[in-house]
């Protein structure tokens, strides 16, 4: 611990560093990868001032069906690999979906996918809930508050309501009730790390059921990384350097041995391999493995070391972030 990070400044494309001269981020190993994260492209139906990604309703890049049929066939090769965990943009918008879902949970994987909810309301996937249930995978929504004007703020205006009514669909379906897994996820509004996720939590089940009958499994706090659109808005007002140097503040050396990164690996809807989804929009490639076709299984990538870079502190700070929520109680 304590050497210096494995990525140079350019390779981070610019970001700040003003109030990270004397720091970098400490060397991780990854230990056995365990989940896959797989970004089926950047079309989405929503565009949303946090989004890392930079997804939106024009963009082109989407996962083909032979780079899909390549991470189905590592997975069977990978036994160590539990769990597959569906990401975009919007990856229901992928004509692949379905065809990866229902051959991850054929070869016995669990299979969570993250859903801006409002996309299940679109015509031409309104029996996607039902598939969910059929396949028996979990759903991670995004919910960034339970207040209409701060969702309507940051997603866009009617997207609550929308947001709303998927969840109400996803309740009579099972999902949040014992049946099946509904989590949400919190994104802060501003350059603030998230509040303690417990006790979030308990505001949101409470909100949610009183005003809406709405019921949920867990609330995933995640912090904003300093990246893509939300490093845009930073800058614009001001507030990068203070952000930056909020997250280096804050850091706990306790967080390293669960950040996500030490069992996870992250695929691009190219098929390019990353050490996390937030190393995946900055280009920072893995170093073990380019591609998907440089590997014979998820398991060659076990024990290799992580690229790092200053937004790193981001998963470190306070009670942690990961895709999974807080690392530490808060």
Known sequence: MGARSSVTDRETHGMSREKLVTDSFPVLQRETVQTVQVNLGKLC????????????????????AATASRILQLVEASPNVTTIDLTGGAPEMNPEFRRVVRGLRALGRSVLVRSNLTVLQLPDQRDTIEFFAEQGVSVVASLPCYLEENVDAQRGTGVFEESIEALRR?????????RFDLDLVFNPQGADLPPPQASLEAAYKKALLERHGIRFDRLLTITNMPIARFRESLARQGLLDLYLDRLVRAHRATNLDAVMCRSLVSVSWDGRLYDCDFNQMLEVPLQAAATLDDIESFGDLDRTVIATAPHCFGCTAGAGSSCRGALTPS
Do not use: D, W, Y
């Open 170 to 178: 996803l309740n009579g379906a099972g999902f949040g009730s014992g």
């Open 45 to 64: 139906n929503q565009v949303c001032k946090h989004c890392h990604v930079e997804a939106g309703p024009n963009r082109t890049e989407i996962m083909t």
